[in-house]
């Protein structure tokens, strides 16, 4: 005779189902594991995301992952800028330098930048600089120069206090201005003025004085005043 199948009680049969969805619904709200990082080659593409205080920059890696807190290396002198993209390496991850830039966010933008001395050398040729604006700021500056030549269409100065010291001067121009409040210039051998028409005046007195003195003229020589006191 056969036996009759044993059927588990209905009210089991749910209670297994509560237990299933209860850890379905556990599964589900566990957080995925993150994605292992890629093994570290050596070099990476990060972007600067903050530069510190400290000198070193904090940069997001393209492969994702923790950002890097890398120095800039010595060889690197572009300035490094948010947004821009640059290349790390270093021998393992928690001890990378930015050694480039490799694309600026603002083209526009550059510096180059020096912690120390820093000393543009050229040993055989020669170094130009072309640009359509030019600026130089420096408390002090020093300029060795053997031969120089200067062209250019405008030449506007503003200093406090100018010296010229030298051996030889030459200056051609066809027209010369002098405004000064208070002029002197001594001269110990020989000056000499050539010039069509030579005009003097002196508001309160003009005195020529010499142990020799010669007034010559071809026409006329005239002497007017209210006196006139000879010897």
């Known amino acids: 005779m056969n036996q009759p199948a044993f059927r588990e009680p209905a009210s089991s049969q749910s209670d297994t189902f509560d237990v299933r969805i209860t850890e379905m619904h556990a599964l589900l709200r566990k957080p995925l594991p993150s994605a292992a990082a890629p093994a570290w080659t050596g070099s990476a593409l990060g972007t600067v995301v903050q530069a510190l205080p400290d000198g070193r920059f904090v940069v997001e890696p393209q492969v994702g992952g923790a950002p890097w807190h890398c120095p800039r290396a010595a060889s690197c002198l572009l300035q490094p800028a948010t947004g821009d993209v640059v290349l790390v390496a270093g021998p393992q991850r ?88 208070s002029s002197f210039r001594l001269t110990e051998e020989v000056e000499q003025v050539r010039a069509g028409q030579i005009d003097m005046q002196a508001s309160e007195s003009l005195r020529l004085h010499a142990k020799n003195t010669f007034v010559t003229s071809q026409a006329l020589v005239k002497v007017d005043a209210e006196q006139i006191h000879m010897g």
Not at 159 to 172: K, N
């Open 94 to 181: 928690d001890q990378l330098f930015l050694i480039a830039v490799v694309t600026q966010a603002d083209p526009g933008q550059s510096q180059l930048v020096a912690d120390g001395d820093l000393t543009i050398r050229s040993r055989r040729g020669g170094i130009a600089l072309h640009a359509s604006a030019f600026t130089l700021q420096a408390d002090k500056a020093t300029v060795d120069i053997t031969d120089m030549a200067y062209r250019g269409a405008e030449v506007r100065v503003t200093t406090l206090v100018a010296r010229f010291v030298g051996r030889t001067l030459e200056t051609v121009l066809d027209r010369l201005s002098l405004l000064t409040r």
